[in-house]
């Protein structure tokens, strides 16, 4: 028989992701990912960019889909405001992301874990300060 879990995001600490430091000011990923999985899929999540933050051209082998909360991202030279959704299919090099004046908060779907490790395998996280 299958399962049910409910979860609710409080549960999942957040994490610091990436770093981009601009004019000696450093700027982060703040993560809580996975909020709930399935192995294979789908996993998701919630993440914060600092205002700011930019994340450069990059891929994940997971088929993904970002829908904006809060603040804006600018995707390229299009401005993704809040009830933005993004869509990615699995390998498209996509960015530079960058965070708005106010930062940028998202949800984070994706068909599998970014990584490509299973649902049980490992995965070391920094603690937010």
């Known amino acids: ?43 998701f999540g919630r993440v914060r960019y600092d205002p700011g933050m930019r994340v450069e051209r990059h891929q994940h082998p997971a088929n993904e889909i970002i ?3 809060g603040g804006e991202l600018l995707l390229g030279d299009q401005v993704c405001p809040p009830g933005t959704a993004i869509t990615l299919q699995a390998g498209t090099t996509y960015g530079p992301l960058i965070a708005g004046p106010q930062g940028a908060e998202f949800l984070l779907i994706m068909n599998r874990d970014p990584s490509g490790r299973s649902a049980e395998a490992e995965t070391e996280t920094i603690p937010e300060g």
Do not use: Q, S
Request: aromatic letters at 14%; charged letters at 25%.
């Open 1 to 43: 028989m299958g399962e049910m879990r409910v979860i609710n995001e409080e549960a999942v600490p957040w994490t610091l992701g990436r770093r981009f430091v601009k004019d000696g000011v450093p700027r982060y990923v703040h993560n809580r990912f996975p909020i709930a999985r399935l192995d294979p899929g789908p996993w």
């Open 67 to 69: 829908y904006i909360l």
